[in-house]
C-alpha cells in the first residue's frame, strides 16, 4: 500500500487506514464524538464523501471519493488530525507537535491508502470495513458496533441494520 499523496486521484474511490502510536489506547472510540466532528470541519474545508468507515479503539478504516478535479486525499486527512488533536481534552499542548506541522503525536507518521480499481472493488472494501470488529472480536455481529457507517441510512454494505 502507498503511503504518500501521490497515489491520490481526483474524483477516485479509496480504502484508507490510520492508526495511533498507542496501540492500547481506546482514545477514538472514547472520543467518536471529536473524532466525528473533525471530519465534518474537513468535509466542510476540502468536500468528499464517505462511502464506509469504522472506528475502532486504536485506528479506523474507510472507504472516500474525492470530488472530480481535486487530488489533495493528504490535505483531508491532515486537516481531520488537526482538528482531532486541538479538540481532544488533556492531550499535549501544541509546542510538543513536530516543527514540520505534518506529523501528530497522536498518530501514526502514515496513514495507508490504495486507490479502488471499480465499483465492485468499491463494494468489497465497504464490506471488509464494516466486517472489520467482527473479524476483531468486538462484536458478533457488524450491527452491534456503535462506531460505523454500517447504521447509515442507504447503507449498501453488509446488510441493514
Do not use: K
Request: hydrophobic content about 35%.
Amino acid at each position: 500500500m502507498a503511503t504518500h499523496h501521490d497515489t491520490w486521484q481526483a474524483g477516485g474511490a479509496f480504502f484508507f487506514s490510520a492508526h495511533l502510536r498507542d496501540r492500547s489506547s481506546r482514545l477514538l472510540v472514547e472520543h467518536a464524538q471529536v473524532l466525528g466532528l473533525a471530519f465534518r470541519v474537513a468535509q466542510q474545508a476540502y468536500p468528499f464523501r464517505i462511502n464506509a468507515i469504522v472506528v475502532l479503539p486504536n485506528h479506523l478504516h474507510g472507504v472516500w471519493t474525492l470530488p472530480t478535479g481535486d487530488e489533495d486525499g493528504h490535505r483531508r486527512w491532515l486537516r481531520i488530525q488537526a482538528v482531532f488533536d486541538r479538540q481532544l481534552p488533556g492531550q499535549p499542548p501544541r509546542a510538543m507537535v513536530r516543527r514540520d506541522r505534518c506529523v501528530r503525536p497522536l498518530w501514526h507518521d502514515h496513514f495507508r491508502e490504495h486507490r479502488l480499481r471499480d465499483a465492485e472493488d468499491v463494494q468489497r472494501h465497504v464490506a471488509y470495513v464494516h466486517d472489520l470488529p467482527v473479524e476483531q472480536g468486538l462484536v458478533r455481529d457488524a450491527c452491534e458496533w456503535p462506531y460505523s457507517s454500517i447504521h447509515r441510512r442507504g447503507n449498501t454494505g453488509s446488510g441493514p441494520c
